[in-house]
């Protein structure tokens, strides 16, 4: 892939950006520039807003990984699989740090963040998300928009994962 | 330190995948067990292929920037302190602060002293935040360091990393002193290209970590007015699990005092992690009005010491996001020295130059 189209996809590959009609409230990811199930969706161009995914989510379908694509050879078998985020798009992404054999359907995850390639041992490495199984202390506690712990006039948000920072 | 700077968040990165001593012997026909009985290292954590210090860093942080709920916007400064950058040139710290939404306003540089980079970049963000120049400065110590294949390092040389959001509101650990003491003193070092690194063996000890650690912890106590006594906590850089025992013993401080800032025996050592991640777990279960010392060392050679007072910001601090340390020094998963050389890139493929 060229260094200037995996820059390009960078928001969305190492933040999960992705974009919400402010008209229905649909999430998607990647980005789309018109939302295509309002029922006036020419009122959506160029009205899509910013929409961070918040990286939870859970395994819809997955394949384990025997013959590998190049550069994936030492990781070989990998998981990869459907995951559809807890906003409701669905991506294709790994699932690391779990047996294969422990994979199923409906399985909890969490965007964890990882080398994704090498262009060979002199070129670039791209980084982005995969997907780890959820446990307990990976849910974002849930706090009011803005923190508690900042002065309340700071424009701020309470997880990197919230929309406000898209 | 004139004002109530310190530490306002943290959190701390240790890969999955752990190796034994006694497995790295059986493939190179030593005692295996023996060495890390001498070393004091039960096991060590060893990072999946698809890990760097770019990713360990970048959980660190994300785990430090829920639990403190802060903006990534509002960091000034992105310092990461590591030996094995993924890069020669290109920096870590832009990675990461893209991946946790901090960019574009904020000043980022890679940091390298050994294993002491990441005390290094902590003094840095205490002078930013100290003078006002930013709100919040990141400093992160991380490494996925090696051993050549059957040398005494490949015992120990793990991977992991820490990270500590440096503020001057709702302060968890505020430094009251910090001073450092430097010299050249070539006991380790890796030249420009080298896979490995190399070492002088036992010159690594008295001249280089033992007189550097004691010396600063010294220096620090008397500027502080304390004894070893004084403190709640201390931690040193623990390149194996004897030297950090031994200088703190030699120092006056007892086995409790050591107990929770002394991972490397259940992970290894992870170099410019090391000592963070020993403040980390420090952090986890001390109490508000403790006194915590950190002591930590690069090669080269240097050491940072900081003598920190928690506050009662850390009794309500929300450390319910994350991994606690505790669960990194006891969990992971075992795996033989064959798949360890597959995931550390010590098997030539085909086609390899």
């Known amino acids: ?166 | 330190m004139k004002q109530d700077v310190g530490i306002v968040s943290y959190g701390a990165y240790v890969p999955r995948y752990r190796i034994t001593p006694a497995e790295i012997g059986r493939v190179w026909g030593t005692d295996g067990a023996a060495m890390g009985a001498s070393l004091g290292v039960r096991r060590k954590s060893v990072p999946a292929p698809d890990e760097d210090t770019i990713t360990i860093s970048t959980e660190a942080l994300r785990t430090a920037l829920i639990r403190g709920a802060i903006d990534p916007q509002e960091i000034g400064a992105l310092y990461i302190g590591s030996e094995s950058h993924p890069y020669a040139v290109k920096p870590s710290a832009t990675v990461v602060a893209q991946a946790v939404g901090a960019t574009p306003n904020l000043t980022a540089a890679d940091f390298e002293f050994a294993c002491k980079a990441g005390t290094a970049a902590i003094q840095t963000c205490l002078g930013l935040v100290g003078a006002e120049m930013i709100r919040y400065g990141v400093a992160i110590g991380s490494d996925t360091s090696q051993g050549a294949p059957g040398d005494a390092l490949e015992y120990s040389a793990s991977a992991g990393g820490a990270a500590f959001v440096i503020g001057r509101e709702h302060v968890l650990a505020r430094v009251r002193h910090t001073l450092s003491y430097t010299t050249d003193t070539p006991d380790f070092w890796r030249r420009e290209g080298q896979r490995y690194p190399s070492h002088g063996g036992r010159f690594t000890g008295e001249p280089a970590y033992f007189r550097h650690v004691t010396e600063c912890t010294r220096r620090i106590m008397d500027r502080a007015g304390t004894t070893a006594a004084s403190y709640a906590h201390v931690v040193f850089h623990q390149p194996n699990g004897k030297f950090p025992q031994r200088v703190g013993k030699q120092l006056g401080f007892s086995e409790a005092q050591m107990r929770y800032g002394l991972v490397t025996p259940s992970i290894g050592n992870t170099y410019s992690g090391a000592a963070l991640i020993g403040l980390a777990n420090v952090l986890d279960v001390a109490k508000p009005g403790d006194l915590v010392l950190m002591v930590g060392y690069g090669s080269g050679a240097g050491s940072d010491a900081f003598d920190f007072q928690v506050t009662d910001e850390l009794a309500t601090y929300d450390r319910s996001f994350g991994t606690p340390v505790q669960e990194f020094l006891e969990g992971g998963v075992e795996i033989p020295y064959s798949v360890y050389a597959k995931f550390r890139g010590k098997i030539h493929m085909g086609g390899e130059a």
């Open chain 1, 1 to 166: 892939m060229s260094i200037a189209r995996f820059w390009r996809e960078t928001p969305r590959r190492y933040n999960l950006g992705g974009c919400r009609c402010p008209t229905c409230q649909t999430v998607y990811f990647p980005p789309r520039s018109v939302c295509p199930v309002c029922v006036n969706h020419r009122r959506s161009i160029g009205r899509m807003e910013p929409f961070q995914l918040s990286g939870e989510g859970e395994v819809v379908t997955f394949t384990l990984v025997h013959e590998a694509a190049e550069g994936f050879e030492m990781q070989v078998p990998y998981v990869m699989a459907i995951v559809r985020a807890k906003e409701g798009p669905q991506l294709t992404a790994a699932v690391v740090d779990i047996d294969p054999a422990d994979v199923k359907i409906g399985l909890k995850v969490r965007a964890t963040f990882r080398k994704l390639r090498e262009e060979g041992r002199a070129g670039v490495i791209h980084y982005g998300y995969k997907f780890a199984p959820m446990d307990a202390t990976h849910h974002p506690p849930d706090r009011p928009a803005g923190g508690t712990r900042l002065p309340a006039t700071t424009a701020t948000t309470t997880t990197v994962g919230s929309e406000a920072r898209a």
